[in-house]
């Protein structure tokens, strides 16, 4: 099925079997009640409208034969893949900073096979999902995500999910260096920190490293 999208600075044209939505870090610790966002103060009530978008979205991608891929932060039992203090990850990584600067998270939440680690029930994968687990800010960052969309042939991906400025933008910024084309739904996409930090990955990614359109323009496009 031929798409066209009415996508900025300029349209494009594809086929649904070479695109995928890629849904970054849908997370029980980043958008549910008792997670580790809402245990550290942060504001997750934006998270409701998100997932209803999202949702959308992949009811329409699948319905017209578009791959979805699932990317899920999180850790070992050890922490032994978050690089430990000699690395920048264990200094920066919001979850990792999160759950040892706050008492009530000191029961390591963002650790696999957790509650936390779950992607939320509104989201659930299908079986034949991909889903990558990923312990850095890019889904590509020692992963198999680049061999996964090359077996599936995926050349375009959409992309969703949170947070816009930090793991959707790294795994962009890298889908874009590996002669991906990158599309942000940016309505299907939060933030981590003020609204302006939003409006500035979406003109980055929009000036530099691909294109972008909204939850509504793509199910247009889809027909």
Request: one cysteine or more; a negative charge; hydrophobic letters at 40%.
């Amino acid at each position: 099925m031929k798409i066209r999208c009415n996508a900025r600075p300029d349209s494009l044209e594809l086929d649904s079997g070479s695109a995928a939505v890629v849904v970054v870090d849908m997370q029980n610790a980043f958008t549910a009640e008792n997670g580790v966002f809402d245990l550290a103060g942060i504001d997750i009530s934006p998270a409701v409208r998100l997932i209803r978008t999202i949702r959308g979205i992949l009811e329409k991608s699948r319905d017209r034969g578009i791959k979805v891929v699932y990317l899920q932060m999180g850790y070992k039992e050890d922490l032994s893949n978050s690089g430990g203090p000699d690395s920048p990850n264990w200094h920066k990584e919001l979850a990792l900073v999160l759950m040892r600067n706050h008492p009530q998270l000191q029961e390591r939440p963002l650790i696999e096979g957790t509650w936390n680690f779950e992607i939320v029930d509104a989201l659930k994968p299908h079986p034949d999902d991909p889903v990558i687990v990923k312990s850095r800010y890019s889904g590509f960052a020692g992963t198999n995500l680049d061999s996964i969309l090359r077996d599936l042939r995926i050349r375009y991906l959409f992309f969703t999910g949170m947070a816009t400025n930090v793991c959707v933008e790294s795994t962009l910024r890298d889908a874009y260096c590996l002669d991906y084309w990158p599309i942000l739904i940016t309505d299907a996409t939060l933030q981590a920190g003020p609204q302006t930090l939003q409006q500035a990955a979406i003109e980055n990614v929009q000036n530099y490293f691909g294109w972008t359109l909204t939850a509504e323009e793509f199910s247009a496009s889809l027909g």
